[in-house]
């Protein structure tokens, strides 16, 4: 069985919202309003401090045994103060990039997959799928 979770861990936040990304505030909120909450959190919270990081975790359990194993991605950037891009979802738009000096809604689909922190979990969780492929 391979399963995974993502969030959006805010360091000042003391890593909120975490694996509570898609329910952070409001029951019923869309995206853009959990956006806008997590800006206003951080309203006064000076740049240095806005580090922030996309990460997820991939399990891999041998049912057979209930072993676990797991594999993770991240990919670091800021929590900027306004929303940027209209190309991506979720915190994207707030999500900045200092080494592309934007934010992930202004990146490309080519460059969204080369930082994909899935992607990197899932390439992380390879050999070992490989693995479990050739002992079946």
């Known amino acids: 069985t391979l399963a995974d979770d993502s969030g959006l ?3 000042y936040l003391a890593g909120e919202p975490g694996v ?5 505030g409001e029951s019923g ?3 853009r309003q959990r956006y806008e909450y997590l800006l206003h959190k951080l309203k ?3 740049s240095d401090l806005r580090q922030a990081k ?3 975790v991939v399990a ?10 797991l594999a993770e991605g991240a990919v670091a950037g800021l929590i900027g103060v306004e929303p940027k891009g209209s190309h991506g979802f979720g915190y994207d738009p707030i999500f900045y990039l200092p080494e592309f000096q934007k ?5 490309s ?3 969204k997959n080369q930082l994909s922190h899935r992607g990197r979990a899932i390439r992380a969780m390879i050999p070992r799928l490989n693995q479990v492929l050739k002992e079946s």
């Not at 509570?20 to 952070?24: D, G």
């Not at 934010?103 to 990146?107: I, Q, Y």
């Open 44 to 46: 006064n919270v000076p």
């Open 29 to 31: 909120w869309n995206d």
């Open 103 to 107: 934010t992930m809604a202004e990146l």
């Open 9 to 11: 861990e805010v360091d």
């Open 54 to 56: 996309f990460r997820s």
């Open 20 to 24: 509570y990304s898609a329910r952070f």
């Open 60 to 69: 891999l359990c041998d049912p057979s045994t209930g072993k676990i194993e």
């Open 109 to 111: 689909d080519e460059q």
